[in-house]
Structure formats: C-alpha cells, structure tokens
C-alpha cells in the first residue's frame, strides 16, 4: 500500500491504566492533521480579561521568520 502511515500506543510517556484505544486514535487523529498541514488550535474556554492577561505571550498569527 503506498502511502500507508502507522500510529501505535507505544509513542505515550506514560501508558494511561485504562483503555488504550481512545488515547491511540485521539494521537493518531492529531499526527494525520500535522501531516496534512492542518494547524490544530488548542481548546480555550472562554476567559474575562483578567485571565486573558494572564496567558504567554505567543507570536501572532501574522508572525513572520526571516
């Protein structure tokens, strides 16, 4: 099969107790998006000013490296 990409549980740190099926596509999902190009965007719950200030200040997305 040509193109054919392998993801396996063995990539985890630490293997969860549980089931590790769940965890596996979740990794697996993530990698094909990194390999597609697609940027994945983390999950912010909304916030007040207060605790936007409080975040790290990361680059922009019109961030630009020469």
């Known amino acids: 099969m040509t193109g054919l990409r392998v993801v396996d549980s063995t990539i985890m740190p630490t293997i969860v107790s549980c089931n590790t099926n769940p965890p596996t596509v979740a990794m ?3 990698i094909a998006d990194n390999m597609k ?3 994945c965007v983390p999950f912010l ?3 007040n000013a ?3 200030a409080m975040l790290p200040n ?5 961030y ?3």
Request: proline share 15%.
């Open 64 to 66: 630009t490296e020469n």
């Open 45 to 47: 719950p909304p916030m």
């Open 37 to 39: 190009g697609r940027r």
């Open 58 to 62: 990361f680059p922009s997305e019109s």
């Open 50 to 52: 207060s605790m936007i």
């Open 28 to 30: 697996a999902e993530k």
